[in-house]
């Protein structure tokens, strides 16, 4: 640095930069922070769990340490009829999501209602934990907040589960895992935009209903229709398990690739899934050799098929 | 490669790093644009290699997206600088060991996120998808050394002043250490929910513009004076381009995220910062067109010129786009169609590629001291790239603006899927003839490197008549 010039250069430059980052990272931030959680953001993170990509309980990205959506139309303790609830049930070990360890990142009152009516703060990850959604007052307004149904009704979570039957559930966080692996993010978004497209695609999100949840997987390049609230429009599993399996089943001028791998070895009657024969027959279909494409085999219920479908049906 | 990686640095010949560096980005450009090729005719026809998951286009799309940026683009853009910036300061390279260690763990680590990446390890976000182990590889172990061996040798120079393109090197690899070390906190420290999302666009937009735009900008302000021998029209408006890009390159990330709920006073701000990019972008062109003056015939007759100046040009439909696409008055109909896809390719495989390309022609004739095995190959080359990147261009352009009034009108998905089949075939046809025009490349550079005429010392490539 032979020259002051250059000195001061090297200043202006940190100044430069500086200012740049806080004006694009400080002032958002801080922002985005005190944005107050909806509904919606904490339903998405108590279903999808801690993280949507790689993670240390998940490093393969094979779904694994996701927490569990069950419908209970009765209570797992006691056994009494109740409302029907959506509850999220995370099994021992299984990581909490941001809001039950950062709870600050809940906004103001969701925080308050959560920690304190919730008790949140008791969930322990050794234990594991079951939590649901309530309405609540803060300040004469009404929030949602999150309980935590171990601490207040003593719903442990192994009891939960065995009460429910398979039907009841959702393997959400796990199908979200897969959306991610799969890049199913490279052709669908997850956002309908907010200037026009709500007629088909459904609402555009409001700005507190990403908190906690990671990654948002928004896309940027949409080939094929948004997803954000798709089983609002197709809630049937019969279409998503044929068009997983081969799109063009259902849809013959889909560009959408078959998901059949998703399958795994075996069908729901645990029978070897013979895909050779399964693409030959569906090549002589294609060809006008066969007038009924092959069936198409139900999948197991370990499967990440099925856990693909399951996120499906819950994004509504 | 090996023997040079455990000599003393004293006894490796200066320019070795370049050369690989050199070699090795061509390697991935074949390989970064025949992945682009395969998954484009995935798109154009979904039953084409089907059944395999990691051949599926949700496994490939984004190995090709990084082979191209982090394999071609930022290793040419290691070769030119272990190659310009001793040149520019009149000294040697810092350390020519580090350079040869630097292209041998950068070729290993890339591999290696890649080859995780393509069996489905991925962080699920955009541009940044690499996990994070692999992003601290890439910045303590690739930029970081990078970055090392370029500021200690602009400190050893031995001229007193420092030359444009050298600032922005200095500049630039500093700016994208800190663009990957902030631009991946949600994953160091699981940030979430919009933060999340707007961090990972604040990284791909910082990626371009704070690394590839500059740096590739600055290769030209070196090629050009050096091949024509004019001086650079005016240093000042080089630095007008310099502090321009830093201030306004650097601040209109959330521009990505238009659509998205995002503050709204954040949207405008970035809104009003990308139009400022202007103000670079014509600085860097009326810069170097100005230097062109008396030597317009260079454009015709020499290659390096050719690729640099078809570059430039290439700089002005992209700034436009990119300047008003982002408005609130465009951005509605544009975003997320194939105009879009289309725009990054006239960014990275206009616009960039030719500028590093012209560096890595001129750079390896240098280094090895040898003439450019044929020019008709690399005309070839040239126009390959040139008509294949242009049909990507219109088609994608096009199936774009299909897609948009789909969008605003709402029709049926599928017949939007439908009208747009045409221009998918369209794009991977252009995009193969991109892909056979590189292995054309490989092979003339190839056949340089063993059979090119020896250059005297003290001469130059471009004062030597070419031979085929
Ligand atoms: C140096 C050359 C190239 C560079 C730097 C490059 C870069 C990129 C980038 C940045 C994207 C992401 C675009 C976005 O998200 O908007 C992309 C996508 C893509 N590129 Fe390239 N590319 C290059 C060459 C090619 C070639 C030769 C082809 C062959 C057809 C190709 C085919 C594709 C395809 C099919 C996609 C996916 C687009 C989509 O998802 O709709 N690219 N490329």
């Known amino acids: ?316 | 490669m090996l023997k040079y990686l455990f000599m003393r640095n004293e006894d490796i010949p200066p320019g070795t790093a370049a050369v690989f560096f050199g070699f090795s980005s061509i390697v991935w450009f074949v390989l970064g644009t025949g992945l682009g090729s395969f998954n484009a005719a995935k798109l154009a026809f979904p039953d084409f290699v089907t059944g395999i998951e990691m051949l599926s286009f949700g496994h490939m799309r984004q190995v090709h997206v990084l082979a191209v940026i982090l394999g071609w683009i930022s290793m040419a853009f290691a070769m030119t600088m272990m190659y310009i910036t001793p040149a520019l300061g009149n000294t040697k390279l810092w350390s020519e060991k580090l350079g040869v260690w630097n292209c041998a763990l950068w070729n290993i680590g890339l591999a290696l996120g890649l080859f995780l990446l393509w069996i489905g390890i991925s962080s699920g976000r955009e541009y940044s998808d690499l996990i994070w182990p692999v992003d601290l590889v890439v910045i303590f172990g690739v930029l970081f050394p990078l970055g090392l061996n370029v500021w200690m040798t602009i400190k050893n120079r031995r001229t007193q002043g420092i030359y444009t393109t050298n600032w922005f090197f200095g500049a630039a690899v500093f700016m994208v250490i800190v663009v990957f070390l902030v631009g991946n906190t949600p994953e160091f420290f699981n940030l979430t929910g919009l933060t999340e999302a707007y961090l990972t666009w604040w990284f791909a937009h910082n990626v371009l513009g704070l690394w590839i735009t500059p740096v590739a900008a600055a290769i030209s302000y070196y090629v050009v004076p050096k091949v024509t021998g004019n001086p650079l029209y005016s240093h000042r408006i080089g630095h007008l381009h310099f502090w321009s890009v830093v201030v306004f390159y650097s601040t209109p990330a959330a521009h990505h995220l238009m659509a998205a709920p995002l503050p709204e006073w954040l949207k405008s701000f970035a809104s009003v910062e990308g139009v400022l990019i202007l103000v670079p972008a014509i600085a860097f062109v009326s810069n170097l067109l100005l230097t062109m003056t008396g030597k317009w015939r260079m454009f015709v007759e020499n290659i390096e010129i050719k690729y640099t100046i078809t570059g430039v040009l290439l700089a002005i439909p992209l700034n436009v786009q990119g300047g008003f696409q982002q408005t609130r008055a465009i951005n509605w109909y544009v975003h997320g169609t194939g105009w879009i896809v289309a725009h990054a390719h006239l960014a990275l495989l206009g616009f960039s590629t030719f500028l590093e390309a012209a560096a890595v022609y001129y750079g390896l004739q240098v280094l090895l001291k040898r003439k450019i095995y044929s020019l008709a190959l690399a005309n070839f080359h040239y126009w390959m790239l040139l008509i294949g990147f242009s049909i990507y261009w219109i088609s994608m352009t096009i199936a774009g603006l299909i897609q948009g009034a789909g969008k605003i009108y709402e029709v049926p998905y599928i017949d939007v899927v439908i009208a747009e089949h045409p221009y998918m075939i369209a794009r991977w046809v252009g995009g193969t003839l991109v892909f056979i025009g590189n292995i054309v490349w490989l092979y003339n550079m190839y056949k340089t490197a063993v059979a090119g005429t020896p250059i005297p010392a003290g001469r130059l490539p471009h004062e030597l008549a070419y031979e085929r």
Not at chain 1, 139 to 167: K, M, P
């Open chain 1, 1 to 316: 640095m032979a020259f002051r010039e250059y000195k001061i250069g090297v200043r202006m430059f940190a100044f430069a930069l500086g200012s740049s980052m806080i004006i694009t990272l400080y002032f958002p931030s801080v922002d985005m922070a005190s944005v107050q959680a909806t509904e919606y953001a904490l339903k998405r993170q108590l279903a999808y769990g801690r993280i949507g990509g790689f993670s240390y309980e998940d490093p393969l990205l094979k779904g694994w340490g996701k927490p569990v959506t069950v419908t209970l139309d009765k209570d797992p303790v006691t056994g009494k009829p109740i409302e029907p609830t959506e509850a999220y049930v995370y099994p021992p070990g299984t990581p909490f999501p941001s809001g039950i360890t950062h709870p600050r990142i809940l906004g103001e009152g969701v925080e308050d209602l959560s920690v304190s009516v919730g008790r949140i703060s008791e969930a322990n990850k050794e234990n594991g934990a079951v939590f649901i959604i309530r309405e609540g007052e803060f300040q004469g307004q009404t929030v949602a907040y999150i309980e935590n149904a171990t601490a207040t009704r003593g719903w442990q979570a192994q009891t939960t589960l065995a009460a429910v039957s398979d039907d009841a559930r959702q393997y959400v966080g796990s199908g979200k895992i897969m959306f991610v692996r799969e890049g199913c993010w490279w052709c669908h978004t997850l956002l309908p935009e907010q200037t026009q497209d709500w007629q088909y695609f459904g609402a555009p999100p409001m700005l507190g209903d990403f908190n906690g949840e990671s990654p948002t997987a928004f896309g940027s390049d949409r080939k094929a229709p948004d997803l954000l609230h798709v089983a609002s429009r197709n809630s049937s599993r019969e279409w998503m398990k044929l068009h997983f399996f081969n799109p063009r089943l259902v849809q013959p001028h889909s560009i959408m690739p078959r998901y059949d791998y998703l399958w795994g070895e075996v069908d729901a009657e645990g029978n070897k899934i013979d895909y050779d024969r399964w693409r030959a027959e569906y090549d002589e279909y294609v060809e006008g050799k066969r007038v009924y494409p092959p069936e198409v085999p139900e999948p197991h219920p370990d499967s990440e098929a099925r856990k693909l479908i399951d996120f499906m049906m819950f994004l509504k």
